[in-house]
C-alpha cells in the first residue's frame, strides 16, 4: 500500500479506503462525481466562499454543502453558537428551549408555517407531509412532477411510465411497484397535465407536491400563472398542496419560493439553510393540519434527536445574521454580478443560463428549458469537461449537469471576476 500511495495524492489514496467500506465510497452518491467522471477530491476545511482540499488546492465554492452554507463556510456567528451551545450539552430529548425560538422564527418568516415540527433532514420532512397528507385526507395518492427530487422517499421516487394518466413506476430497486402505483407523474409547467390527473383519480388525491422552483434536474421556474392554478387546483380538489422548500426555504427570500410568487401552500417541508450546515429539516403549515400529528392526532411521526440543541443554535444563527445584515438584498446583487458575466460568457453560444436569486444553473443546449425533458437534452460531456477544467483551476461546481449553483453572501468581487474568466477560458475549451 505505501508504495501506492506514492503514486497517488492525498483524495485518491482516500477515495481508495473509501471504496472499500463505504459503497461506491461516498454517503451520498452524487459526491462520487459519476455525473462528470473522475474521482471526487476531499476537503479538510472551508472557510467563507473557499474549500481547501486535502492536497492543499484551495477552491472557490458553489455547491456551498448543497445549500445549507449561505453565509458561506463557517460562518463566524454560527460556529461561535455552535461552540456555546455544545458547551451546556449536545442532547436532552427533553423540551429545550431552542426549539420554541426556532418554531416563532420559523412561523415569523413562512406565515404560511402555523404550526411547525423538526426533524434531521429534508427527506424526513417530505416524507412526514406525504404521510401527514394523507392522514388528513384519509386518501392515499400522491401527485408530483417529474424532475422534481423530494429526497429518497419510497412514494417519492417514483416516475411515471408515458403520459399524463399513468401511474408510477419506481426509479429505485427496493421500492415495491404496489407503492410506487400510488403516486402519479406529470410534466412540471403543464397545467392540463395536472387536470388531467385529478380528472382520472377523482377524490384519491391526498397531496401535491413539488419544488416550487425546481432545482434538481439544473434550475428551471414555474411559468407566470402555474403555480396559481395548483393552489386553486388543490383547493377545488381537497388535496393538500406541498411545498418542498428545502433548497428555497429561506435562500429565494425571508420566507422562500411562497414569499416571492406569493402562494400559500398547505405544508411546507424545509431543510438545509434552517441547520445552518447541521442535519436539520421542517414541516410545517395551517394547524388544522398538523394538529392531526401525535400526539395530539392520529398520524404517528417522532425523532430521537429532533429539535437538537447545537443544531436549532446553529440554523437560528445563521437566520439571525441573514436577517441583520438583509443578506437576501447581498446575495440578489451577487446574483445579477453573477448573471451579467455569465451571460457575456456564453454569448453565441449553445448554452441556457438560469438564476434566481443566489441559485443557477448553465445548460449545455439551446433553451428554452422549461421542465425534464428539456433539461436532459444538455450536453453532458461536455459539461464534464467543463467542470474538470473549472476545477482544475480552482472554481468548483457542482459534479453534475443536474444540480443548481449556490452562491453565498461569501462570494467576493474578486471570486467572480476569477470565476468569469475560469469560465470563459473553459468554454472556449470545450466549444
Ligand atoms: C436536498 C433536498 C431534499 C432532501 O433533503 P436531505 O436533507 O438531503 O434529505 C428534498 N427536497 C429538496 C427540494 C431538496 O433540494
Not at 11 to 33: C, D, M, T, W, Y
Not at 148 to 160: E, N
Request: hydrophobic share 40%; proline share 6%.
Amino acid at each position: 500500500m505505501a508504495y501506492i500511495r506514492f503514486f497517488m495524492n492525498q483524495s485518491q489514496f482516500l477515495f481508495e479506503a473509501a471504496k472499500k467500506r463505504i459503497p461506491g465510497g461516498v454517503n451520498s452518491p452524487v459526491r462520487a462525481f459519476r455525473g462528470v467522471g473522475g474521482e471526487p477530491f476531499f476537503v479538510k476545511s472551508a472557510s467563507g466562499s473557499r474549500l481547501t482540499t486535502v492536497d492543499n488546492q484551495e477552491l472557490i465554492d458553489y455547491v456551498g454543502t448543497w445549500g445549507p452554507a449561505i453565509l458561506g463556510h463557517a460562518a463566524p456567528t454560527v460556529i461561535e453558537a455552535v461552540r456555546e451551545t455544545a458547551l451546556r450539552g449536545l442532547s436532552f430529548g427533553t423540551p429545550n428551549p431552542l426549539e420554541v425560538e426556532m418554531a416563532e422564527t420559523i412561523c415569523r418568516l413562512v406565515p404560511s408555517v402555523e404550526k411547525v415540527r423538526m426533524v434531521n433532514s429534508g427527506t424526513e420532512a417530505t416524507m412526514s407531509c406525504i404521510r401527514l397528507a394523507r392522514g388528513f385526507t384519509g386518501r392515499s395518492k400522491i401527485l408530483k412532477f417529474e424532475g422534481c427530487y423530494h429526497g429518497h422517499v419510497d412514494s417519492l421516487l417514483v416516475k411515471a411510465g408515458s403520459g399524463a394518466l399513468t401511474h408510477g413506476h419506481p426509479d429505485s430497486a427496493g421500492v415495491p411497484a404496489e407503492l410506487a402505483r400510488l403516486t402519479i407523474t406529470v410534466p412540471y409547467n403543464d397545467a392540463d397535465a395536472v387536470r388531467a390527473a385529478f380528472e382520472a383519480n377523482p377524490g384519491e388525491i391526498a397531496a401535491l407536491i413539488l419544488e416550487p422552483v425546481p432545482a434538481n434536474a439544473g434550475l428551471y421556474l414555474p411559468e407566470p400563472g402555474f403555480l396559481e392554478t395548483l393552489r386553486v387546483l388543490c383547493t377545488e380538489m381537497g388535496t393538500v398542496l406541498i411545498f418542498d422548500e428545502v433548497m428555497t426555504g429561506f435562500r429565494l427570500a425571508r420566507g422562500g419560493a411562497q414569499e416571492v410568487y406569493q402562494i400559500t401552500p398547505d405544508l411546507t417541508a424545509m431543510g438545509k439553510v434552517i441547520g445552518g450546515g447541521l442535519p436539520v429539516g421542517a414541516f410545517g403549515g395551517r394547524a388544522e393540519i398538523m394538529d392531526q400529528l401525535s400526539p395530539d392526532g392520529p398520524v404517528y411521526q417522532a425523532g430521537t434527536l429532533s429539535g437538537n440543541p447545537i443544531a436549532m443554535a446553529a440554523g437560528l444563527a445563521q437566520l439571525r445574521e441573514m436577517e441583520r445584515i438583509d443578506g437576501w438584498a447581498q446575495l440578489e446583487k451577487i446574483g445579477a454580478a453573477f448573471e451579467v458575466a455569465a451571460r457575456e460568457a456564453i454569448w453565441g453560444l449553445p448554452c441556457t443560463f438560469k438564476r434566481i436569486g443566489s441559485m443557477f444553473c448553465l445548460y449545455f443546449c439551446e433553451g428554452p428549458v422549461r421542465n425534464l425533458q428539456d433539461a436532459m437534452g444538455s450536453d453532458k460531456v461536455r459539461f464534464g469537461k467543463f467542470f474538470h477544467g473549472c476545477l482544475e483551476q480552482g472554481v468548483y461546481f457542482a459534479p453534475s449537469q443536474f444540480e443548481a449553483g449556490f452562491l453565498c453572501t461569501a462570494h467576493s468581487e474578486s471570486d467572480l471576476s476569477r470565476t468569469a474568466e475560469v469560465v470563459k477560458a473553459n468554454l472556449e475549451k470545450v466549444f
